[in-house]
């Protein structure tokens, strides 16, 4: 059997996994694994081979040493990388820019190529670029692969890839729409056309990757037409801790009147805003708990989330003309039958119509919509590990 090596790494954690490029979405994986709180003074390392759950804490310096030391966990429990068949370690690239669409196989120049992309992504790309040099010098005979966050959406429509900007301006510093959750996105949606009986070609489509990150999608015959995130993964929907479309006015409001720095303000509006900045909490269960206890601000971060989601897929309905399935997925899309609901609440004028119980039945690859719905409704859990497998093994050959 042979596996792939995926590895996802952050700025302070290394998500990885050994999955079967062959395996079926719906397996759990042979191997994943986490290293976390990289550079503090407690580390994580935790490993699950086959269900059985390794770990220990410790402090880890940096990526190399957090990589190291999963490495050498992997190989004490004999499934490290030499131990295994493995043809390719697959990389998550978070931005691919205007210079990668399809997956590559990674040498000294694609590194240099990424890194040059840094000021599109400066909170994502130079971890990336960690994960990929520590993997390289440590597993130098294994082929490594990039697959990019942004990679589905490289040729979305004019009218969908601009903002109304200066357009010379926009040019010069590569600004424009690029869209990320783009592995997710063309997993789902390349499912969705068997599930409902037709053709890719045929089939119009509304993906809502829905869990800390967020993000909606347009696709037309596997094509995507449009989608919420922009230049960066901050636009668009209500996200964890995002706060998704503002007026960029506030921008400027908080700079001058709260006397905010720039730094401030990314951080306020990626890390501190969302369903946290609105409730004080990013976990979706917490936000249906806080709910169910009587809790305001919950109730409000909950109206401003679904008011968000409804607004968009008017918008992407508008945008496809007919609409044949629209698909939840990811950590609330998969699990929060209420959000689907409201999502999709009072459509049927519209030819979209749950089934109660089905909406709140079953697991797996599922149509949760009405027989008689025009609109399919779907859940389909994504699965972007085994994509990335997927991808780096047929580049690896
Ligand atoms: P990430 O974007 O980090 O990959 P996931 O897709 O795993 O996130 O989604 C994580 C989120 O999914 C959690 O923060 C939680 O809010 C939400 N979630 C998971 N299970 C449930 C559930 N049963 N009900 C509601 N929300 C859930």
């Known amino acids: 059997m042979s596996y792939v090596l995926v590895l996802n790494s952050g700025s302070s954690s290394i998500k990885f996994q050994i999955v079967d490029p062959q395996a079926s979405a719906s397996d759990t994986p042979f191997v994943s694994g986490l290293v976390e709180q990289i550079?503090?003074?407690?580390?994580?390392?935790r490993i699950k081979i086959e269900g059985r759950e390794v770990g220990s804490t410790m402090p880890i310096r940096d990526h190399r040493g957090g990589l190291q030391l999963a490495i050498a966990m992997l190989d004490a429990n004999g499934v490290g990388p030499?131990?295994?068949?493995i043809i390719a370690v697959g990389h998550r690239v978070v931005h691919g820019g205007q210079t990668f669409g399809e997956p590559v196989l990674i040498d000294d120049s694609v590194v240099d190529q990424i890194r040059e992309l840094i000021p599109l992504?400066?909170?994502?790309?130079?971890?990336n670029i960690d994960g990929i040099d520590v993997a390289r010098a440590l597993l130098p005979d294994i082929?490594?692969?990039?697959?990019?966050?942004?990679?589905?959406?490289?040729?979305l429509p004019d009218g969908a890839a601009h903002y109304a900007i200066d357009d010379d301006l926009a040019?010069?510093?590569?600004?424009?729409?690029?869209g990320f959750h783009g592995t997710s996105h063309e997993f789902v949606s390349s499912q969705v056309p068997e599930l409902i009986g037709q053709s890719q070609e045929e089939t119009n489509q509304i993906?809502?990757?829905i869990g800390n990150g967020a993000s909606i999608s347009a696709v037309r015959g596997g094509k995507p037409v449009d989608t919420s995130m922009g230049l960066t993964?901050?636009?668009?929907?209500?996200?964890?801790?995002?706060?998704?479309d503002i007026d960029p006015g506030v921008i400027f409001h908080l700079y001058r009147t709260a006397g905010m720095s720039i730094d401030d303000i990314d951080d306020l509006l990626n890390r501190r805003s969302g369903l946290k900045g609105l409730a004080g909490v990013n976990d979706f269960r917490e936000i249906n708990a806080r709910i169910a206890d009587g809790d305001k601000k919950a109730k409000l971060a909950y109206d401003v989330y679904v008011h968000r989601l409804r607004r968009y897929i008017g918008a992407y309905m508008i945008g496809l003309g007919r609409v044949d399935a629209i698909t939840f997925t990811a950590g609330v899309g998969e699990n929060a039958a209420q959000v689907r609901a409201d999502a999709l609440a009072n459509l049927e004028g519209f030819g979209i119509k749950l089934d109660p119980a089905k909406n709140e039945e079953g697991s797996g690859a599922r149509i949760i919509s009405a027989d008689d719905s025009a609109t399919k409704v779907l859940v389909v859990p994504t699965n972007e590990e085994l994509a990335i497998a997927q991808k780096s093994a047929a580049i690896a050959g």
């Open 121 to 127: 992504a400066p909170l994502h790309n130079p971890a």
């Open 207 to 209: 993906v809502l990757h």
């Open 39 to 45: 550079g503090e003074p407690k580390g994580n390392i």
């Open 233 to 244: 993964p901050l636009e668009g929907l209500v996200m964890g801790t995002r706060s998704g």
């Open 143 to 155: 082929p490594h692969v990039a697959v990019f966050d942004t990679g589905f959406f490289g040729d």
């Open 171 to 178: 040019r010069e510093h590569q600004i424009r729409r690029y």
């Open 82 to 85: 030499t131990q295994m068949h």
